[in-house]
C-alpha cells in the first residue's frame, strides 16, 4: 500500500512564495513519475508538473518560469517550489505518483494566494 502526504500550502499574499512536498510511504523502490495537479472551484483538476524517475521535467505554461518541481528519490518525496504566486493559482493541489504501473493520489492541500 502507498500513501501520498502533502505538506507546506497555506495562505501567502500575491508575489510570495511557498513550497509544497509530497512524501510517499510503503514498499516503494523507486518511481516512474510523480506529479503536482490542482484544481480551483469549478475548473477540472490539471497537471501543474511532473518529473520522471529519470529526472525529466514538464510545466504547464502557466506556471513555467514561476514554479519549480524537484524530487529527491532517496526520501521518495517529491517537491513543488511557486514563486511569484498569483491569485490564479488558489487551488487544491494534490500530488499523484505512478509506481510500477499504478496510480496514488494524496489527499490534496489548500493554496490560497490573495491579491
Known amino acids: 500500500q502507498v500513501h501520498l502526504v502533502e505538506s507546506g500550502g497555506g495562505l501567502v499574499q500575491a508575489g510570495g512564495s511557498l513550497r509544497l512536498s509530497c512524501a510517499a510511504s510503503?514498499?516503494?523502490?523507486?518511481?516512474?513519475?510523480m506529479n503536482w495537479h490542482r484544481q480551483a472551484p469549478g475548473k477540472q483538476r490539471e497537471l501543474v508538473a511532473s518529473v520522471t524517475a529519470r529526472g525529466n521535467t514538464n510545466y504547464a505554461d502557466s506556471v513555467k518560469e514561476r514554479f519549480t518541481i524537484a524530487r529527491a528519490s532517496a526520501k521518495n518525496t517529491v517537491y513543488l517550489q511557486m514563486n511569484s504566486l498569483k491569485p490564479e493559482d488558489t487551488a487544491v493541489y494534490y500530488c499523484?505518483?505512478?509506481?510500477?504501473?499504478?496510480?496514488?493520489w494524496g489527499q490534496g492541500i489548500q493554496v490560497t494566494v490573495s491579491s
Open positions: 510503503g514498499t516503494i523502490f523507486n518511481f516512474d513519475t
Open positions: 499523484y505518483a505512478q509506481i510500477l504501473g499504478n496510480g496514488y
